[in-house]
């Protein structure tokens, strides 16, 4: 009897571990899921014609709801996961450019994010976009996370 008590405190112990030992998908605390993103664009590319001025921005597919890509200065680009952090959960909380060109909105919630740093500025949302590495050569930008 004393046996059967430590074996099932010891499958207990078990099973309440490995429940606590749930990989986080949410890389840093943000609520938007953790996706692996590896891309190469050209900015030089005649398709990629919005974002060769400072200021620029273009939608691209990527991420886990799809990519903005802004030129905030001749050498750096803001990738932002378009996602809402407000309801990453739902897919048509999608965020889109605003037309003052500096303010991403989701449709659903209605929060609202700066461009260039995907940091809110209307709630109900809290936490920031997700926010992807980006590095440019003058010729390539590699977008990663």
């Known amino acids: 009897m004393h046996l059967n008590l430590r074996i099932c405190t010891a499958i207990l112990l078990a099973v309440i571990l490995l429940a606590a030992c749930k990989k986080n998908n949410t890389a840093g605390g943000n609520p938007v899921p953790y996706v692996s993103v590896g891309l190469n ?55 889109y450019v605003q037309k003052d060109n500096f303010t991403l909105r989701d449709t659903v919630s209605k929060s609202e994010w700066r461009i260039f ?25 590699r977008i990663s996370n």
Request: charge should be negative; aromatic fraction near 12%; charged fraction near 20%.
């Open 41 to 95: 664009v050209y900015p030089g590319d005649p398709s990629n014609f919005d974002i060769q001025v400072i200021g620029g921005w273009k939608y691209l597919d990527g991420g886990l709801n799809g990519l903005v890509i802004y030129r905030k200065s001749e050498q750096e680009f803001v990738v932002l996961e378009r996602t809402s952090s407000y309801l990453p959960n739902d897919k048509n909380a999608k965020v």
């Open 117 to 141: 740093d995907g940091e809110v500025t209307k709630a109900p949302a809290t936490w920031p976009l997700r926010q992807y590495g980006a590095t440019y050569d003058g010729n390539l930008l």
